[in-house]
């Protein structure tokens, strides 16, 4: 078994600042799961030092992600990039459609 520091070393992680204008909430959430499933790799949201996969809608609401909030986005698989771009890409944006 890999430790945990180990484990970090072989995430691909991105910062972000959430710019949805209200935030991250049950419908966006929901959209971040749903994209994040589209990947084979594991995808989690980082703020400070709470940790939301992406596969737990409520983990993610949990995290009280507002307009501005600085976080990180992390992944371990084998598409890491382009899943961790498809996420920071909508928590970039300013429009929620």
Request: positive net charge.
């Amino acid at each position: 078994m890999s430790s945990p520091s180990r484990y970090r070393a072989a995430v691909f992680r991105e910062q972000a600042t959430v710019r949805l204008p209200h935030g991250v909430h049950a419908a966006i959430a929901h959209r971040l799961h749903q994209t994040a499933s589209r990947f084979s790799s594991s995808v989690f949201l980082r703020r400070g030092e709470e940790i939301a996969s992406l596969r737990s809608i409520v983990a993610v609401l949990a995290l009280g992600l507002h307009v501005g909030a600085d976080i990180e986005v992390l992944a371990d698989g084998t598409d890491e990039v382009d899943a961790v771009a498809a996420i920071v890409g909508m928590l970039r944006s300013t429009n929620a459609a």
